[in-house]
Structure formats: structure tokens, C-alpha cells
């Protein structure tokens, strides 16, 4: 189950917080988010997860992302243009370097498109190269007793993320 938290987290940290980070792109709008991810490793299956956002969630984000990226990071760059964020940086995890790239188009404030290709030199648990497609949408107000940063996974399970990040 700590993997998949971590995929998880990986995955918002790349969609959601690679949108907060950037110079000018959209706040994306307080509510219900649906965020669907697939990957070359698992390409016949979407993953859904929903997650309950507002701009405070955005901001934590925006400082565990930017956090990540100093400590892990080199190389990184950001350029916003036209409702399309594009982002690529080179990072460290353990022994393996990690180059990747995303692309990111917004739909206004209520959707957004990512992909992100990732090189891992040497291969991280067996990926050299992965590649994963990442669709949010706006699906309305988070449901009655959610608290901003709850996240229900396809398990039914539900965490959050503030209290994850948390040292």
C-alpha cells in the first residue's frame, strides 16, 4: 500500500502541483477533482482517484513540489504559454538519475491534460523509460464531511494529503 500512496502522490505532485508551481497558470477551481492516470507499465488500466481541492491545498502542493525539486532536482524549467505548461528537469532518486519531461494543457480553471515522459538511468524497479497521461477534471463540490485535501482512492479508501505531507 506505500507504493501506491507514493505513486499517488508522485502523480498529484506531477498534475496538480506542477500547475500551482508555475509562474501564471490557471488557480485551479475549489471542489471535487477526478483525476485519472494511466501509464505505459499498466496501459490497459486507468487509474481514478478523486481528491477534494481548494486553493490551500494548491499552495501546500506548490511548497512540497518546489521543496522536492530544490532538494532532488537539477536543471529544472518551467514556461507557461498560452494555457500549455511546460516543465522538464532532471532529478535524483537513490542511485537512479531521472529525466523528465510534461506537458501540460489547461481547460480553463476546470480541466487539464498532462503527460509526462520520464528516463531512469539505471532503471528504477525495472522502468528505464515510463510514460503517463494524466486527465483532471472538475466534477462539482466535495461531498458533504470531506475536508480539503481528502483523496479517495479506487480502493474507497480515503487519506489526506495534508496530513501525508506532513514531517
Same mark, same amino acid.
Given at each position: 500500500m506505500r507504493h501506491d500512496r507514493m505513486a499517488l502522490l508522485a502523480a498529484l505532485l506531477m498534475g $496538480? =502541483?506542477?500547475?500551482?508551481?508555475?509562474a501564471d497558470p490557471p488557480v485551479l477551481k475549489a471542489g471535487m477533482w477526478e483525476v485519472v492516470r494511466t501509464t505505459t507499465q499498466q496501459p490497459d488500466q486507468k487509474h481514478t482517484t478523486t481528491m477534494c481541492l481548494d486553493e490551500s491545498v494548491q499552495a501546500?502542493?506548490? @511548497?512540497? #513540489? /518546489? #521543496?522536492i525539486a530544490k532538494e /532532488?532536482? !537539477? +536543471?529544472? @524549467?518551467?514556461?507557461?504559454?498560452?494555457? &500549455?505548461? /511546460?516543465?522538464?528537469? !532532471?532529478?535524483? /532518486?537513490g542511485n537512479t538519475t531521472v529525466k523528465a519531461r510534461t506537458t501540460m494543457t489547461f481547460s480553463g480553471n476546470t480541466a487539464y491534460h498532462s503527460e509526462t515522459n520520464a528516463v531512469y538511468d539505471p532503471p528504477l524497479m525495472n522502468v528505464k523509460e515510463s510514460k503517463s497521461v494524466i486527465e =483532471?477534471?472538475?466534477? =462539482?463540490?466535495c461531498k458533504a464531511g470531506q475536508q480539503p485535501g +481528502?483523496?479517495?482512492? @479506487? &480502493? =474507497?479508501?480515503? $487519506?489526506?494529503?495534508? &496530513?501525508m505531507t506532513k514531517k
Open positions: $496538480i =502541483g506542477a500547475a500551482v508551481a508555475a501546500e502542493m506548490r @511548497e512540497l #513540489g /518546489m #521543496g /532532488m532536482c !537539477t +536543471d529544472h @524549467e518551467r514556461h507557461f504559454e498560452g494555457g &500549455t505548461l /511546460m516543465s522538464s528537469a !532532471t532529478c535524483k /532518486m =483532471g477534471k472538475w466534477a =462539482g463540490p +481528502d483523496i479517495t482512492l @479506487e &480502493t =474507497g479508501q480515503t $487519506i489526506n494529503m495534508k &496530513t
